[in-house]
């Protein structure tokens, strides 16, 4: 399995942006789908996950926040939306799969997309 993610850029403050992440090849069942960040220097930070057995966690801060996840009706592709970007919003955005639970440690993800980079600027 491949996962591509895809949609980041340049934002301006209070703006909006969808991000997608796009898996290709089979898998012998349904996957959770974790969204992490990462700005340079820091770890990879949980920001949400998405499985069948679990539904959708939103981990940390970003619970009941300005990120919402929704998915196509394959189920291979996730669409991370950002509203109300800030400037500490910028950094670059990962998708990853994992087994059938979803939690917000991303060691435990695999494989990992190449990640999109959101930079949110005036």
């Known amino acids: 399995v491949q996962l591509q993610a895809s949609g980041g850029g340049l934002v301006q403050p209070g703006g909006s942006l969808r991000l997608s992440c796009a898996a290709s090849?089979?898998?012998?069942?349904?996957?959770?789908i974790g969204w992490f960040r990462q700005t340079p220097g820091d770890e990879r930070e949980g920001i949400a996950c998405?499985?069948?057995?679990?539904?959708?966690?939103y981990y940390g801060n970003f619970r009941r926040s300005r990120f919402t996840i929704s998915q196509n009706s394959s189920k291979n592709t996730t669409y991370p939306r950002i509203d109300g970007l800030r400037y500490e919003d910028t950094a670059t955005y990962y998708c990853a799969y994992k087994g059938l639970y979803c939690n917000g440690y991303a060691i435990t993800y695999e494989p990992w997309g190449q990640g999109t980079l959101v930079t949110v600027s005036s």
């Open positions: 090849g089979a898998t012998a069942y349904d996957p959770a």
């Open positions: 998405m499985s069948r057995e679990d539904g959708v966690i």
